[in-house]
């Protein structure tokens, strides 16, 4: 198996790019509407978490079935939080 060698100017640029979400999500505990600031910082920690997965887990030079897997791993964390999202709603 032959690893796939990443440079590291792409660890800096992600970690920069980390950084600045890091800031943004700060910056959205300032927004005065609820409802707005919650889906701005859910937004946020989405893309830092895929930022995350795929470039320090090596995710985006993995093998097709690889990233499927991790894909359906996602798909079923979302349906695990929206099942109880709607039990935790309905009380």
Known sequence: MSSHIVEK???YQVFGALLLLLFLTVAATAIEDP???????????????VLSVLFFMHLAYSAPI???F?????????FLLMFTASDYLTR
Do not use: N, P
């Open 35 to 49: 409802t707005l600031g919650v889906i701005a910082a859910i937004t946020i920690a989405v893309v830092k978490a």
């Open 66 to 68: 690889v990233r499927i």
């Open 70 to 78: 991790a894909g359906a791993a996602f798909v079923w964390l979302f």
């Open 9 to 11: 100017r792409v660890y």
